[in-house]
């Protein structure tokens, strides 16, 4: 009934950009936070950055100053801007968010999107 669906990773050498895309289909009623989190292989899922419905937004003390999260309510997406990156970016990167169907507009559940790949090497 909700897809999350990412874009947008790949390969790119240290130091450079990339910007990821997640688009939120489906029967919604209304979206609550919205967020990436990334996981590496071998490591644990570990939030990156996460943006409110108003706006608000947190991150990971590792990616501050380097990524941008920010949100287009009106097409239920939410964007990730990676820049100056590091091979310890490198992970599959996944998109969350708290939705509200219309089936049920009073319970709020969270739903994750496949994943997409980033990989940082040179």
């Known amino acids: 009934q909700v897809q999350l669906v990412e874009s947008g990773g790949g390969l790119v050498q240290p130091g450079g950009s990339l910007s990821l895309s997640c688009v939120a289909s489906?029967?919604?009623?209304?979206?609550?936070?919205m967020g990436w989190y990334r996981q590496a292989p071998g490591a644990q899922r570990e939030l990156v950055a996460v943006i409110t419905n108003r706006g608000s937004t947190n991150y990971a003390d590792s990616v501050k100053g380097r990524f941008t999260i920010s949100r287009d309510k009106a097409k239920n997406t939410v964007y990730l801007q990676m820049n100056s990156l590091k091979p310890e970016d490198t992970a599959v990167y996944l998109c969350t968010a708290d939705i509200r169907t219309l089936r049920n507009r009073l319970v709020l559940s969270n739903y994750w999107g496949q994943g997409s790949t980033v990989t940082v090497s040179s």
């Open positions: 489906g029967s919604i009623f209304s979206i609550n936070d």
